[in-house]
Structures are given as structure tokens and as C-alpha cells.
């Protein structure tokens, strides 16, 4: 069955440093790889998705990921964070027939000190 | 153009009580989703649906229906609250198609649920 795997439940990064959460799929096909951001509050807004093709995907605020089919990962990276990406990251993954719903790690939340 | 919108926000209800949340999209999708999401559990699907007129279970369907009689629409009822059913509910929708249309999915922004 599909899984994923978010190893890291809280992560701490100052303002201006580097950012990289995990995300590990088990998928026997080429999956559907995404990356939700959740504000306090908030919904789920999709940052980035990887389908197929180039393995380093571009998203919204500054985010990518890389797709790394050997390691079973889409990392999530940002080379300077704000204080506004403190946030809770979602990584999912589509199984790919239709109506399935996309299989969702229990998420990373980013706090982001001055 | 909204997007999906959820209603109502926020909603306390006592054990027992019945509710509707009600979903919209204005974005012609085929596909809509339930999700529930709970502390350290990341969202599980409900139900789901392919189309107007029909629907199916998700991972955690029991004590909840849905019906889509409009292809805009997904409404998720509570018969008969309990407790175990305090969450966060996401209603989301996709596209119908290939090569990943489907499985991009776009949330709402949530209803909160209080059963006491």
C-alpha cells in the first residue's frame, strides 16, 4: 500500500537560514509527488507538484523539490526561509486512478525563530 | 472565481445532533473529497466522488453520508455526532484527466467541528 513518511514532526530554522523537510513515498509505480503548506487556520495550498520529466520541480514562495526515485524522496528545500513560512508542510502522493485520494504524511510544522 | 468554499466555519455540536457541511466549487471539476484532519494524524479521507450522482467510501466513512445531487456540490452529514467526530473537515476537488490533473487536488479552507 502507499505510504509516506514525514521523519520530522518539528523543525526549527532562523530567519535567513536554509530549509530542507524530508518526505519519503513507498509507491510501487512513479507516483504523483506533492507539497501542501497549511497556515494556522488555514486550508491546504499546493506549493509544488512533480509528475514526470525533470526531477527538480519549481514552486510557489521560493520553494522546490527534488525527485529522487533511488531514495524514494521528494525533499522540500528553500534556500533562505522567512518568517512567514512558518507553517505545517504536507507531502502526499496520488496513486493515480481516478477518484483516489492522495495519501498524505502526518506533516512537518516549521517554526521559523528571529 | 472562489474556488472551494466550505460552510459553515466553525460549529459546536452536543453528542447526537445531526449537521450538514456543505462544499462548493465553481471550477467545473468532476472529482471532490472529505477529509478529516486530526492532530498528528494528517488528513484521511471520507468519501469521495467521481461525479455527479455517485459516491464512495474513503479510509474513515463510518458515521458519515454524502450526496452530490449538483456537480458544483458535496455535502457531508453527521447523522448522529459523537466525541470521536471533533475534527477538521476539508472538502477538496480535482479535475477529471490524465497526467496528473486528477490527483492535483485544491482544498477549502475548512470546517471546524466541536462535539461535546
Known amino acids: 500500500a502507499q505510504s509516506v513518511t514525514q521523519p520530522d514532526i518539528h523543525i526549527t530554522v532562523s530567519e535567513g537560514a536554509s530549509l530542507e523537510l524530508r518526505c519519503n513515498y513507498s509507491y510501487g509505480a512513479t507516483p504523483y509527488l506533492f507539497w501542501y503548506v497549511q497556515s494556522p487556520g488555514q486550508g491546504l495550498q499546493l506549493l509544488l507538484k512533480y509528475f514526470s520529466g525533470d526531477t527538480l520541480v519549481q514552486g510557489i514562495k521560493g520553494f522546490e523539490a527534488e525527485f529522487k526515485r533511488s531514495q524514494s524522496s521528494f525533499n522540500l528545500r528553500k534556500p533562505s526561509v522567512h518568517w512567514s513560512d512558518a507553517a505545517e508542510y504536507f507531502c502526499a502522493v496520488g496513486a493515480g486512478s481516478a477518484g483516489t485520494a492522495l495519501i498524505f504524511g502526518k506533516g512537518t510544522t516549521l517554526s521559523v525563530s528571529s | 472565481n472562489a474556488g472551494v468554499t466550505q460552510t459553515p466555519k466553525f460549529r459546536v455540536l452536543k453528542t447526537g445532533q445531526s449537521m450538514t457541511l456543505l462544499c462548493a466549487q465553481d471550477?467545473?471539476?468532476?472529482?471532490m473529497y472529505w477529509y478529516r484532519q486530526d492532530p498528528g494524524m494528517g488528513l484521511r479521507l471520507i468519501h469521495y466522488?467521481?461525479?455527479?450522482?455517485?459516491?464512495a467510501k474513503g479510509e474513515v466513512p463510518d458515521g458519515y453520508n454524502v450526496s452530490r445531487l449538483k456537480k458544483q456540490n458535496f455535502l457531508l452529514g453527521l447523522e448522529s455526532a459523537a466525541p470521536s467526530q471533533t475534527s477538521v473537515y476539508f472538502c477538496?476537488?480535482?479535475?477529471?484527466?490524465?497526467?496528473?490533473?486528477?490527483?492535483?487536488?485544491?482544498f477549502g479552507p475548512g470546517t471546524r467541528l466541536l462535539v461535546l
Open positions: 477538496a476537488s480535482s479535475y477529471r484527466g490524465a497526467g496528473g490533473l486528477q490527483e492535483t487536488q485544491y
Open positions: 471550477m467545473n471539476h468532476e472529482y
Open positions: 466522488s467521481v461525479g455527479e450522482g455517485t459516491t
